[in-house]
C-alpha cells in the first residue's frame, strides 16, 4: 500500500514562490510516475506536472516556465517548486503516485495566492 502526503502548501502573494513536497510511503517509489494535480473551487481536478521513472516531465501550459517538477528517489519523496505565482495557482493541489495496478493520491494541501 502506498500512501502519499503532501506539505508545503500555504498563503503567498502573487509572484512569489512555494515548494511543495510529497513524502512516499511504501515500496518501490522510483518506478511510479508522479504527479501534481491542482483543483480551483468549482472546477475540475486538472493535471499541473508529471515526471517519469526516466526523469521525462510533463506541464500544463499554464505553469510552464514558472513551475518545476522533480524527484528524489533516494528520498521517496516528489517535488513542485511553483515560482511567479498567480491569483488563478489558487487550487488544493494533489500528488499523485500511478503505476500499472496502481494508481495513488494524497489529501492535498491548500495553495493560495493573493492579489
Known amino acids: 500500500q502506498v500512501q502519499l502526503v503532501e506539505s508545503g502548501g500555504g498563503l503567498v502573494q502573487a509572484g512569489g514562490s512555494l515548494r511543495l513536497s510529497c513524502a512516499c510511503s511504501?515500496?518501490?517509489?522510483?518506478?511510479?510516475?508522479m504527479g501534481w494535480y491542482r483543483q480551483a473551487p468549482g472546477k475540475q481536478r486538472e493535471l499541473v506536472a508529471t515526471i517519469t521513472p526516466g526523469g521525462n516531465i510533463n506541464y500544463t501550459d499554464s505553469v510552464k516556465g514558472r513551475f518545476t517538477i522533480s524527484r528524489d528517489n533516494a528520498k521517496n519523496t516528489a517535488y513542485l517548486q511553483m515560482n511567479s505565482l498567480k491569483p488563478e495557482d489558487t487550487a488544493v493541489y494533489y500528488c499523485?503516485?500511478?503505476?500499472?495496478?496502481?494508481?495513488?493520491w494524497g489529501q492535498g494541501t491548500q495553495v493560495t495566492v493573493s492579489s
Open positions: 499523485n503516485a500511478r503505476r500499472s495496478g496502481g494508481d495513488y
Open positions: 511504501g515500496r518501490l517509489f522510483s518506478i511510479y510516475v
